[in-house]
């Protein structure tokens, strides 16, 4: 049943500005009863009017007609006290006190059957007024003018075309393949081990598990050799070896981190390589009786003499370097081939000390193992291990190769082709014609009596003694028994020296080059000493120290067997990166990921990287622990400091391809949004730090945030440099928030771009964040219009509006050196008269710039006494008061209260805002104290009814208070506040012609009609009375939470709105107004 209500003229003339009162029956919006009816009233006078207000919304209860001069209700109020009538002439009579609140507008108040599922059962779904329904311009499309349709402008983007300088420049020496990579892994890997070490190995593991040994060694290194080519071919390749190629792949992290432990490694690997060579010394100094001290103490004394030796002929340049490697290359070559030809030479007076050529008895006796001393496979297996790991000697200098590209796959590979086959070869030979105890003394042949089974047996000889132990010959007990079997015993000791000092060598100048690209990249903080290079090679000479002092430290060691086993485990560590790295990018399947060589698999490198994983436990596992928890450790550090560098690596692809697939999937995604995402209109990130800080309080890690700035002068040549400053300030200040910007001619329109166009499928915004206009009754009304008009599109949009105010405003842009970011760019001239001072971004800074406002690009005017210069001038009263206020959000907040005034059901945003920020650690302390409205003799229920709808959403709060008295009349003195505060801004239609009053409001359509004032009393009168209850419960509060007034569109004028708000918010704690899109963000079971 529609409830008539008329507004009758008689009695009074009627104003031009007449208001005609349209009946409409009730929709069935769910929160009122199906009896109550909508008043909707038009203007009549206007060409261009639009809608006026609705009779709910001026504060009249739903079942009462309104007369300017005797009204009474013609019928039944559904809600009246009981007296059948209602009579309001005056507005706040003591029937209107007992009224409950909200039931005087159509805006519901918060009820807990608005958030129940359709098919609940404990109660009925109802549906509360949706948004158009409270702000829409009555019989009219509220999109019928559209938003402003302006096409964006092109931006022409400038192409870059700096060519770079050629890093080869002249004098320098740059190596080919053979040179650079084959010669260099060869003589690596061809180490300590081979002469000194594969013998005993035979002995111990047997032929079968030493080719295994070999075998899985090669497995790994063919995998990693294939993978570092891969990423080798992927793009140009600078110095720094294993680091660059990591770094530049996974990422600064994983690269930091191995970059250290890598250069690390071969560092202690120059240890490794020059105590095996210190070793065959002492040897042979020993057999000459030629000792200094004890065996331990000559070999730290050879082994320093040669490091230092070694540290010479490093710092004289890489060209000597290389030549060495070719000399010591020739001789290791040699006695190799002379181990082999000594092999097949088999002479009587060997054959005491274990060589017999070749015996199928022997090669059958040692084919399988006999462990002794305690060692396993996997000792064998952690001593050998280092013999391959010279396979990334050619990539570490890959700096000083002339095509790094082709040369490292082809160098890399082909060298641990031929090492592989030389180790296994050498396995076999020494296996098959050297048993493995023997005692050296020729009397010790079989006799008849003694029961012998071995192969020494079976040619001539008893070595049974051996087992009781003592004996010093043989594969197991002789470590120089290569040299035995070689035709020319010297050679192989030269070859032994060959051996150690070329991969010492070697890894004495892998070592500081990796080290040097890992300090140039400025990762870890006090390690850019050692990134100076010296000399036309850009040599490291820091770095060749830095190495010489840590082998030094390892060589005092003196003890092969433990040193081997360290370096094992950080190569490893070093090679299941690389491995994982490959497959990481071929997983991301990144554009930047096109590597020239295609011998490798995702897959194959996958289980590289875990099988290097897996033989570093194995080897050791407190040592694979203890290499992980560094990897671990540096990681961390990296993340954490967030260096600034931008490689493109595969886990920022990785990244991007896992945020776009979630995208897409939240697409697919039906239901309302739920989720905070806030679009904040704060200008330069650094002039509103309060409003980007409070709102990082309540979205950080829950929800989106975007800062966003309208400009009027677009300036494209600098326009990604100033984005990436104002993106890099908002990083730098931990506020996790996206910068975007857009060049507009108003606020408005700059608003309405950027709320239709920013966001991706549901990572939307769906809040717009103002500051309050402090200045506004300051400044120029077509402002004021612009800020009102942007307030009611983002209700169009179907956006929430949250406005936050502070007793001293938000703005600190104009302030000198604020944040340390405004500047002056030119020197102005003296005097007293006004200069024009350019306030914009420091192109070296990486600060974000600060201009004097948010809404457009203008210079700063000052006086010539306080220009911005070098020297600072001293900061007013206000502008330390503003400077403090905007600060007050960064701390922790300590003990207090967030006051939430929850007065009308916006979809729980109002609510839900407070609880996120006693969510966080700065607001952790503070408790929620809830207001709401209600009828002062149900205040009880009403407590009781709020309380379980806050149990439901398991929201905890401190206390609920039940106001009873919103609807009192405000105070004598506030109300003429108010009157004073619209005064200046009334059309006085009554006083001009009315073609008068209708073209000066279509100029100034902000001005209030005396129509408006009147039909709008009530309303008037609520904020001013609200404000009242503010100071009186909430004048202690930390922060104030409040539901926002709407505004009817084309109903109420831009400048009777802004006092709305004004008189609501004056002199209270800082305060948000919010106003949430009537679409449920909080329910009772998510």
């Not at 420049?169 to 890997?189: A, D, E, P, Y």
């Not at 190629?245 to 432990?261: A, D, H, Q, T, V």
């Not at 608003?751 to 499928?761: D, E, H, K, R, S």
């Amino acid at each position: 049943v529609s409830l008539p209500v008329t507004l009758p003229s008689g009695g009074s003339p009627q104003s031009r500005f007449q208001v005609d009162v349209v009946t409409e029956a009730s929709s069935a919006d769910g929160c009122k009863p199906p009896e109550e009816a909508r008043g909707r009233s038009r203007v009549v006078g206007f060409l261009d009017a639009g809608a006026l207000g609705s009779a709910m919304d001026i504060g009249l209860p739903p079942d009462v007609s309104y007369d300017p001069d005797a009204a009474r209700s013609d019928s039944v109020s559904l809600h009246s006290t009981g007296t059948g009538h209602t009579h309001v002439s005056d507005s706040h009579s003591n029937t209107y006190y007992m009224r409950t609140f909200g039931h005087n507008t159509i805006d519901a108040v918060p009820n807990i059957d608005f958030y129940r599922h359709t098919a609940a059962t404990l109660g009925e779904k109802l549906t509360r007024p949706s948004l158009s329904e409270l702000h829409d311009e009555l019989d009219k499309d509220p999109f019928e003018d559209g938003l402003a349709n302006g096409e964006e402008p092109s931006v022409a983007e400038e192409a870059a075309a700096a060519l770079r300088a050629k890093e080869a420049k002249g004098g320098t020496i740059k190596f080919g393949w053979v040179k650079g990579v084959l010669i260099r892994c060869m003589l690596n890997i061809w180490g300590v081990m081979l002469f000194i070490r594969m013998s005993w190995i035979v002995g111990q593991a047997g032929i079968g598990l030493t080719i295994a040994i070999i075998l899985m060694a090669t497995v790994v290194t063919t995998i990693t050799g294939l993978s570092t080519s891969a990423i080798a071919t992927n793009g140009f390749v600078r110095g720094g070896g294993a680091y660059y190629l990591i770094s530049r792949s996974l990422g600064p992290e994983f690269g930091g981190s191995i970059g250290l432990i890598f250069a690390f490694a071969n560092a202690v690997a120059v240890a490794m390589y020059v105590v095996g060579f210190a070793e065959t010394v002492v040897e042979m100094l020993s057999d000459v009786d030629a000792l200094m001290t004890d065996e331990l103490n000559d070999i730290r004394i050879v082994g320093t003499l040669t490091v230092i030796l070694l540290l010479g002929i490093s710092v004289a340049g890489m060209e000597w370097e290389a030549k060495a490697q070719i000399v010591l290359l020739v001789i290791l070559l040699a006695a190799i081939a002379n181990y082999f030809i000594g092999s097949f030479i088999s002479t009587e007076s060997k054959e005491p000390k274990g060589f017999f050529g070749y015996q199928s008895a022997i090669f059958l006796e040692n084919l399988g193992p006999d462990f002794r001393d305690e060692e396993t496979f996997f000792s064998m297996f952690a001593i050998f291990f280092p013999a391959a790991t010279g396979i990334l000697a050619g990539a570490n200098i890959s700096g000083d190769l002339t095509d790094p590209q082709s040369a490292i796959p082809k160098g890399t590979l082909l060298a641990i082709l031929i090492t592989g086959i030389t180790y296994v070869a050498i396995t076999i030979s020494a296996g098959s014609c050297i048993v493995r105890d023997a005692t050296g003394d020729h009397n010790d042949t079989v006799s008849d009596t003694v029961n012998c089974t071995d192969a020494a047996c079976t040619l001539g000889y008893d070595f049974s003694i051996c087992k009781e132990g003592g004996c010093q010959y043989g594969l197991i007990n002789d470590f120089q028994v290569l040299g035995l079997v070689s035709g020319f015993g010297p050679l192989i000791s030269a070859g032994i020296f060959s051996a150690t000092l070329s991969s010492a060598l070697a890894s004495l100048v892998s070592a500081p080059k990796v080290f040097q690209a890992l300090c140039k990249d400025n990762i870890y903080p006090g390690l850019g000493v050692f990134a100076k290079g010296y000399g036309k090679n850009n040599e490291p000479l820091r770095g060749y120290v830095l190495t010489f002092c840590i082998g030094l430290a390892f060589i005092l060691i003196a003890e092969l067997n433990i040193i081997a086993p360290i370096i094992s485990n950080f190569f490893l560590a070093s090679y299941a990166l690389i491995n994982f790295s490959v497959f990481h990018a071929s997983l991301a399947n990144s554009p930047g990921w096109r590597p020239s060589f295609k011998y490798f698999n995702k897959w194959v490198s996958l289980a590289g990287a875990i099988l290097c994983c897996v033989v570093m436990f194995v080897i050791n596992w407190w040592a694979a622990l203890v290499t992980l928890l560094i990897v671990l450790a540096l990681y961390i550090y990296v993340s954490y400091k967030k260096p600034d560098v931008n490689w493109g690596s595969s886990t920022q692809a990785l990244i991007y391809n896992q945020a776009l697939t979630h995208c897409m999937n939240l697409t697919g995604v039906e239901g309302p949004r739920q989720e905070l995402q806030c679009l904040v209109l704060a200008g330069y990130p650094n002039s509103r730090p309060a409003l980007l800080q409070l709102v990082n309080s309540f979205t950080k890690n829950v929800g989106l945030m975007v800062c966003a700035h309208v400009t009027r002068r677009p300036n494209l040549k600098e326009l990604s440099q100033e984005h990436g400053r104002c993106q890099r300030w908002l990083n730098k200040k931990r506020i996790k928030a996206f910068y975007t910007h857009v060049f507009s001619d108003n606020l408005r329109h700059g608003a309405q771009f950027l709320m239709q166009a920013v966001g991706l499928g549901r990572l939307k915004p769906n809040t717009l964040v103002m500051g309050f206009k402090n200045n506004w009754s300051d400044g120029d009304m077509r402002e004021v219009e612009i800020y009102i008009n942007t307030i009611h599109d983002a209700f169009d949009l179907q956006y929430g509006v949250v406005i936050l105010r502070l007793r001293d405003g938000l703005d600190v842009s104009h302030i000198q050196g604020q944040d340390e970011i405004i500047q002056s760019q030119e020197k102005p001239p003296g005097g007293g008269k006004d200069v024009l001072v350019s306030v914009g971004p420091n192109k070296n800074s990486e600060s974000c710039p600060s201009k004097a406002t948010s809404g457009q690009n203008i210079p700063l005017i000052v006086r010539g006494e306080r220009t911005l210069n070098n020297t600072k001038c001293p900061l007013s009263l206000t502008e330390q008061r503003l400077l403090e206020a905007s600060q007050q959000f960064k701390k922790k907040q300590g003990k207090g209260t967030i006051d939430v005034w929850w007065l009308f059901d916006d979809g729980g945003l109002t609510l839900l805002i407070p609880f996120l920020l006693t969510n966080g650690s700065k607001w952790g302390d503070c408790r929620i104290r809830v207001f709401i409205g209600g009828k002062i003799n149900r205040i009880d229920h009403d407590r009781r009814a709020m309380a379980t709808l806050l149990s439901r959403f398991r929201i905890d709060f401190s206390d609920i208070h039940v106001l009873g008295d919103i609807n009192t009349k405000p105070k004598k003195h506030n109300k003429l506040s108010f009157r004073e505060l619209v005064e200046p801004y009334r059309l006085r239609e009554d006083d001009m012609e009315q073609e008068a009053a209708e073209r000066l409001k279509a100029q100034e359509p902000w001005r209030i009609t005396d129509n408006e004032l009147e039909l709008y009393k009530a309303k008037n009168n609520r904020q001013i009375r609200l404000n009242e209850l503010l100071k009186e419960h909430s004048a202690a509060a930390k922060l104030i939470v409040m539901s926002m007034p709407l505004a009817r569109k084309g109903t109420v004028s831009s400048a009777l709105y802004m006092c709305w708000l004004e008189t609501l918010s004056r002199d209270v704690p800082p305060l948000l107004l919010v106003r949430g899109n009537h679409q449920s963000v909080l329910t009772f079971y998510s």
